[in-house]
């Protein structure tokens, strides 16, 4: 795993009341806790990690038991490379909340670089029980499962991801933890939906489509072969110069069930989907009446309507494509609210309105431009 943070420290203050106004610490005690936790983040995205840790610390000696603090606080561990310290954090995370599923993950991800590849099993698969639409918690089951030379259920287990996010096909295809199962039928034919994911963004050459999806050419031109004896896509030819080279599409009745992108100037795809409009209003209706639902503290109706942006037979399908972090912090949202009720609504208002007023204007903007 490669990662995202070289270790790097330097001095800097941690005094709290260098940070944070007397003023206003006196006032609002949970002002200082933001506070630092800003800084923290802020710190961890210079790179500064064990400057970070000392104010995630520090937030924790006022609010010992914040769940969010100490993720930070097992990342920054994780990517300095101290995982026994990390493996602590997220423990103390699952004393608080056992069935947190990114812990769960995240613990797997340290045992994955301790190469302790069944205790990395054991808790993706605590994960997945955690939250089943968990996509990267299937992913890493797969790999792990792999690792273990299991490879019908690494497999399974791929299949379940991709069908989540289709991008984990794309992952994997470069992803060397897969190494035992490239050679099997299966994942050949996880080749054939990468292939087909990439005809339907609008790359219709073998040179696009090799690009785009770090396949072969080889392994492309059989996925390719296999998708035309399926009929799922069609060849045909432009003239390049003196010769011809064969171009593909999607069948006419696929592009109607899965929609498809189309080139348009300067290279900038525009998505053509099924029935766009009606989806995208029904989506924003949704959103209106879940932002009612929560300034009016309703936890009953706001879990009613979540299930809107979860449910794939409703919006959820149209939330992963293209909403994909804001429909697993709402499936998580669920869990806490059936958990903790009206107190936990109270408390998280503000992010909750600001996670959909977000979406609401990228569905404006997406009804506007299908309109005109």
Not at 96 to 118: C, F, M, R, S
Not at 140 to 160: D, G, H, I, Y
Not at 271 to 300: F, G, M, N, W, Y
Request: aromatic share 8%; charged share 35%; with cysteine.
């Amino acid at each position: 795993m490669k990662k995202l943070f070289a270790r790097k420290t330097k001095e800097v203050k941690t005094d709290a009341e260098d940070i944070i106004p007397k003023e206003r610490s006196l006032v609002d005690v949970d002002y200082n806790r933001k506070k630092l936790f800003k800084k923290g983040v802020n710190l961890m995205a210079d790179e500064k990690l064990e400057d970070a840790i000392e104010m995630f610390e520090q937030a924790l000696r006022i609010e010992p038991g914040n769940v969010e603090t100490l993720m930070k606080i097992g990342y920054a561990r994780f990517h300095l490379d101290e995982y026994p310290e990390a493996l602590k954090v997220y423990d103390k995370i699952l004393e608080i909340d056992v069935t947190n599923p990114e812990a769960w993950n995240l613990k797997g991800l340290v045992h994955y670089e301790q190469k302790n590849y069944a205790k990395a099993l054991d808790a993706a698969q605590k994960a997945i029980e955690s939250d089943p639409t968990y996509g990267m918690a299937w992913y890493n089951q797969a790999c792990f499962l792999s690792l273990l030379n299991q490879v019908p259920e690494s497999l399974e287990a791929l299949k379940r991801s991709i069908e989540i996010d289709v991008k984990n096909a794309r992952r994997s295809i470069r992803d060397k933890d897969f190494m035992n199962v490239k050679i099997e039928e299966g994942f050949k034919r996880i080749e054939e939906v990468v292939v087909l994911e990439s005809i339907r963004q609008g790359y219709h050459t073998i040179g696009a489509i090799v690009w785009t999806t770090f396949l072969d050419k080889v392994d492309a031109v059989t996925a390719l072969n296999k998708l035309l004896e399926k009929g799922l896509i069609v060849q045909n030819e432009k003239r390049d110069g003196l010769s011809k080279i064969p171009i593909y599409d999607l069948a006419d009745n696929i592009a109607e069930k899965i929609g498809k992108e189309k080139k348009g100037l300067f290279g900038i795809t525009k998505k053509t989907l099924p029935r766009p409009i009606k989806s995208l209003k029904e989506l924003s209706q949704a959103i209106q009446s879940v932002k009612e639902s929560i300034e009016e503290e309703d936890v009953d109706k706001t879990i009613e309507i979540f299930d809107v942006f979860i449910d794939p037979k409703k919006s959820g399908e149209q939330m992963i494509e293209n909403f994909f972090d804001e429909h697993r912090e709402i499936r998580l949202w669920k869990i806490r609210l059936k958990d903790r009720g009206v107190d936990y609504l109270i408390d998280n208002k503000e992010k909750m309105i600001v996670l959909f007023d977000n979406i609401e204007g990228t569905v404006t903007k997406k009804l506007r431009s299908k309109i005109a």
